[in-house]
C-alpha cells in the first residue's frame, strides 16, 4: 500500500507564491516519475508539471517560466513552487508517482488533492 499526502494549498493573491509538497510512503521500493496535476470542476485533470527520476523537469505551457517542479529523493517527497500565480491557476492539485511496490509491480498513485485558490 502507497500513500501520497500533499500540503501546502490555500487562498493567496494574484502575483504571490505558493509551494506545495507530496510525500509517498508505504511498501515502496522505488519512486520513477513523480509531478503534479490539477483540475477545476466540470474540467478534465490537466498535467501541470513532472520530474523523472533522472532528474529532468517538464512543464505544462500554461506554468513554464512560473512553477518550479523539484524532488528529494531520499525522503520519496516532490515539491511544486509556484510563483506570479495567476487567478486560472486556481485548482485542485493533485500530486501522482510512479512506484515499484514490494510485490515488484509498478504502480500509478495520485493523492487526495489540495485546493490552490488566486483570488484578491
Known amino acids: 500500500q502507497v500513500q501520497l499526502v500533499e500540503s501546502g494549498g490555500g487562498l493567496v493573491q494574484p502575483g504571490g507564491s505558493l509551494r506545495l509538497s507530496c510525500a509517498a510512503s508505504?511498501?515502496?521500493?522505488?519512486?520513477?516519475?513523480m509531478g503534479w496535476a490539477r483540475q477545476v470542476p466540470g474540467k478534465d485533470r490537466e498535467f501541470v508539471a513532472s520530474?523523472?527520476?533522472?532528474?529532468?523537469?517538464y512543464y505544462a505551457d500554461s506554468v513554464k517560466g512560473r512553477f518550479t517542479v523539484s524532488r528529494d529523493n531520499a525522503k520519496n517527497t516532490v515539491y511544486l513552487q509556484m510563483n506570479s500565480l495567476k487567478p486560472e491557476d486556481t485548482a485542485v492539485y493533485y500530486c501522482?508517482?510512479?512506484?515499484?511496490?514490494?510485490?515488484?509491480?509498478?504502480?500509478?498513485?495520485w493523492g487526495q488533492g489540495t485546493q490552490v485558490t488566486v483570488s484578491s
Open positions: 501522482n508517482a510512479r512506484v515499484l511496490t514490494s510485490g515488484n509491480l509498478w504502480s500509478n498513485f
Open positions: 520530474i523523472p527520476s533522472g532528474g529532468s523537469t
Open positions: 508505504g511498501t515502496i521500493v522505488s519512486v520513477d516519475s
